[in-house]
Nanobody, 128 residues
Framework: QVQLVESGGGLVQAGGSLRLSCKASGRTPSTYAMGWFRQAPGKEREFVAA????????YYADSVKGRFTISRDNAKNTVWLQMNSLKPEDAAVYYC?????????????????????WGQGTQVTVSS
């Protein structure tokens, strides 16, 4: 099993920044892709960003492109989501997710159903 623990959420004013972290532990695969998703009250969970094992391949939802950056450090088993220019509509519980990429260093995944492991979530609140 793989355990994922997010941190870094909180309250920020619109236009501000937050950096979310997600640390993986347990029986992590030799290569695994990771992603961030979010869910606001009354809404379905949505994809935010994804990164391949190498870290060199990333993909973002249109709503966050140019404002958010996903990165990872495999030596630390950690992935980050740097969120800049936050908007009230970014407020949600943010979840990180991981899945075995079976040796691929370049694959990333954008569907929630693609992922096998999920963190407990961290709350991001953006005041206007």
């Amino acid at each position: 099993q793989v355990q994922l623990v997010e941190s870094g959420g909180g309250l920020v004013q619109a236009g501000g920044s937050l950096r979310l972290s997600c640390k993986a532990s347990g029986r992590t695969p030799s290569t695994y892709a990771m992603g961030w998703f979010r869910q606001a009250p009354g809404k379905e969970r949505e994809f935010v960003a994804a990164v391949s094992w190498s870290g060199g391949n990333t993909y973002y939802a249109d709503s966050v492109k140019g404002r958010f950056t996903i990165s990872r450090d495999n030596a630390k088993n950690t992935v980050w989501l740097q969120m800049n220019s936050l908007k009230p509509e970014d407020a949600a519980v943010y979840y990180c997710a991981a899945r075995n990429s079976y040796g691929s260093a370049t694959y990333y995944y954008t569907g929630g159903h693609d992922y096998d492991y999920w963190g407990q979530g961290t709350q991001v609140t953006v005041s206007s």
